[in-house]
């Protein structure tokens, strides 16, 4: 699709001491995915969550282009399935699971531009179209649902010692819930995935200024990192970046 461009960065930060964040970027299919379960843990379920969507959507999406949303939750599935069969045969493994946020870019019938985004646990998407800036998912944490309760407000949520703990998220529990936005993906957006390094050491405020550039996407999937990393870098961070010309 010549009139997408894109980029990607990921950094392990200033404090961990391995990077458990994965991500996809390449045609049709970009994805970001935070993994837990401790220093090995982590980084399998977030490389096997990205892994089962590549293969899927390699084999499937240039023949369903015009049903992508059930697609998706079945990749979804088949990966909550995958990770938390591994972490019961591996002893090192128990408990693992990861986020996965993911944008599959397809045109329908009529050729219009369609953007699917995917979205399990507390990694982001964000769409900037005409000088509007939009958070599409939610977090699937305990404090956000909190806050949606209005049991808490944002600032406080901000500082909550439950700040991390996920209500959702692939290879915890045998079922899982995807949510799926579709939306058409018009000239001039840029839809920005991340995981939650960015947005906690990042402003909403900071993170649209950054995106409103000019510069290249891969020039400001470097920026957001660099300037995570600037004001402490305490988590793994990665973002990719799709804009529309």
């Known amino acids: 699709m010549?009139?997408?461009?894109?980029?990607?960065?990921?950094?392990?930060?200033?404090?961990?001491?391995?990077?458990?964040?994965?991500?996809?970027?390449?045609?049709?299919?970009?994805?970001?995915?935070?993994?837990?379960?401790?220093?090995?843990?982590?980084?399998?379920?977030s490389r096997l969550a990205l892994e089962t969507l590549a293969e899927d959507m390699s084999r499937e999406l240039p023949r369903v282009k015009s049903r992508l949303t059930p697609l998706l939750k079945k990749s979804f599935s088949r990966a909550n399935r995958l990770i938390l069969e591994?972490?019961?045969?591996?002893?090192?493994?128990?408990?693992?699971?990861?986020?996965?946020?993911?944008?599959?870019?397809?045109?329908?019938?009529?050729?219009?531009?369609?953007?699917?985004?995917?979205?399990?646990?507390?990694?982001?998407?964000?769409?900037?179209?005409?000088?509007?800036?939009?958070?599409?998912?939610?977090?699937?944490s305990v404090v956000a649902q909190m806050v949606r309760e209005g049991k808490l407000s944002p600032e406080e949520a901000e500082v909550h010692p439950l700040k991390s703990v996920l209500t959702r998220a692939l290879g915890t529990e045998d079922m899982v819930e995807v949510d799926v936005i579709p939306l058409p993906l018009e000239t001039g957006d840029k839809i920005l995935l991340c995981t939650d390094g960015l947005p906690n050491m990042l402003s909403d405020d900071e993170i649209r200024a950054l995106l409103e550039k000019e510069d290249s996407p891969q020039d400001i999937c470097d920026e957001l990192v660099r300037v995570a990393n600037d004001r402490g870098g305490i988590d793994n961070v990665t973002v990719v970046i799709v804009a529309r010309s």
């Open 2 to 45: 010549s009139d997408l461009k894109y980029g990607f960065q990921s950094d392990i930060g200033k404090l961990r001491e391995n990077n458990e964040d994965g991500y996809l970027a390449s045609g049709e299919l970009f994805a970001v995915a935070d993994g837990m379960g401790g220093q090995v843990g982590g980084e399998v379920a």
């Open 86 to 140: 591994k972490s019961l045969k591996e002893t090192n493994l128990r408990g693992m699971g990861t986020t996965l946020t993911a944008l599959v870019v397809s045109e329908n019938k009529t050729e219009e531009k369609m953007a699917y985004v995917a979205h399990i646990g507390d990694s982001r998407a964000y769409l900037l179209r005409t000088g509007k800036f939009t958070q599409l998912t939610e977090d699937h």
